[in-house]
């Protein structure tokens, strides 16, 4: 299937390890992903003003009709935006985690399994709410590990905020934030959000954080090496 694809700043920029895992992932399943035409950022956090941010993100599905009728945004702020600034539902604003649904997990041919391996889901604040934008398929990346043959840990802080969007303004609240998650998970950090991957990574010391395509990419067997050794040492950075 084709979809139209708003990688936004982040996975042009910092998350470019999560855009690069999310075409693999998609063009390992026949999917195409083909980017909106000179799309602009879509402000994400930083603008105070939530009436001049929809128009950023407007600008983005003018620039998108006629295109396509389903978009992917994986930054939960751009995928957000992109949503709000929809009213009148003219597209199909998607993101990855709802297209992993059981077709596409049972279509996986696992190479690695995940035995004997603990894993933390961390979705952060936005991907879970509100219910408005909400993603659909809250548990998608419990089911992944489990299936197969990971152990599922921290599933009361899952949806809990990180910080993220104050690292580079008020560093200390990230780290006071992404700590209480820390102390509340257990092995590798699993997470899709360019913010909280940043902050978890900064935090984290020996904790190894990944994102969810990085494991699905393991698991399928792809040339992910030193993600391989880290995950059969047990999610522990590797030392010099």
């Avoid at 999560?18 to 063009?27: E, M, N, P, W």
């Avoid at 009148?88 to 690695?112: C, M, R, W, Y």
Wanted: aromatic content about 10%.
């Amino acid at each position: 299937m084709n979809y139209g694809y708003y990688p936004g700043c982040s996975l042009t920029g910092s998350a470019n390890k999560l855009d690069k895992g999310i075409r693999q992932v998609f063009a390992k399943q026949g999917h195409t992903l083909k980017e909106i035409p000179d799309w602009n950022c879509c402000g994400a956090f930083e603008f105070g003003d939530r009436k001049e941010l929809s128009e950023f993100s407007k600008k983005n599905l003018e620039k998108a009709r006629g295109l396509f009728s389903e978009i992917v945004a994986p930054c939960p702020a751009c995928y957000k935006n992109l949503r709000e600034a929809d009213e009148q539902n003219e597209f199909a604003v998607t993101h990855p985690l709802d297209l992993f649904d059981d077709a596409f997990i049972g279509s996986i041919k696992p190479v690695h399994d995940l035995k004997g391996q603990v894993f933390t889901p961390y979705y952060g604040c936005i991907l879970l709410r509100p219910k408005e934008t909400a993603i659909k398929r809250t548990t998608v990346m419990e089911e992944v590990i489990t299936r197969f043959g990971g152990e599922v840990a921290g599933e009361k802080v899952k949806d809990r905020c990180c910080g993220g969007n104050q690292i580079f303004i008020n560093k200390s609240v990230t780290e006071k934030l992404s700590k209480l998650v820390l102390e509340k998970s257990k092995g590798t950090i699993v997470v899709f959000c360019p913010l909280c991957h940043m902050a978890m990574k900064t935090f984290s010391g020996e904790r190894k954080v990944i994102y969810f395509t990085d494991l699905l990419l393991y698991i399928m067997g792809e040339n992910v090496p030193k993600l391989q050794s880290k995950i059969e040492r047990g999610g522990k950075e590797e030392t010099t």
